[in-house]
């Protein structure tokens, strides 16, 4: 499911219940149904977060930073699953101890070009000891970077950064999301 032709977005209703998917090369307009998504910050050995910076050719919010993946879940493709679908994908990371952090985080925002996002948005947790090799087509620069130094950037220069990732850390924040130790893995 790589081919951004053949994937598609699952439409909700205002409960967040399926009432249907749409194409997803057609949904992002300036009328955007709401639609389900999901967010991944991503932590590396050092307690790093990867952020990422939007292709130039993506249609919303090109060039701005943002968390470390973004993405659609396909109809019937469980949550964890189109994490690692798209962490793969966008920047060819494997990563591990994927978690819910919350699944209470929805908005609706606009941008430059007019064009709407507006979505229900889990936010994951994830972490990885590989280095990211990322999809020109959708990542143009990546850093990893500490959370105390993304939390002052966000606040500094709001605009250089998605609109759903300056709400989302307000929101990780106050639910001290990343204090908490990384799990460690499981023994087989």
Known sequence: MNNRAT????LLDANHQHIGIMDKSQVHTAHTPLHLAFSCYIFNAEGKLLITRRAINKVAWPGVWTNSVCG???LGENMEAA???RCLYEIGLQVEEVTLITDNFQYCATDASGI????????FRAY??????????E???YQWVTLES????AAAVPWAFSPWMVKQLAVLRSLNAFT???????SV
């Open 150 to 153: 993304l939390y002052e950037g």
């Open 128 to 137: 990885t000891d590989s280095t990211p090799t990322p999809r020109h087509s």
């Open 116 to 123: 709407v996002e507006n979505e229900y948005c889990p936010i």
């Open 72 to 74: 659609h879940p396909q």
């Open 180 to 186: 908490l130790p990384r799990q460690p893995a499981h």
């Open 7 to 10: 994937e598609h977005v699952v």
């Open 83 to 85: 994490v690692n679908r």
């Open 139 to 141: 990542v143009m620069d």
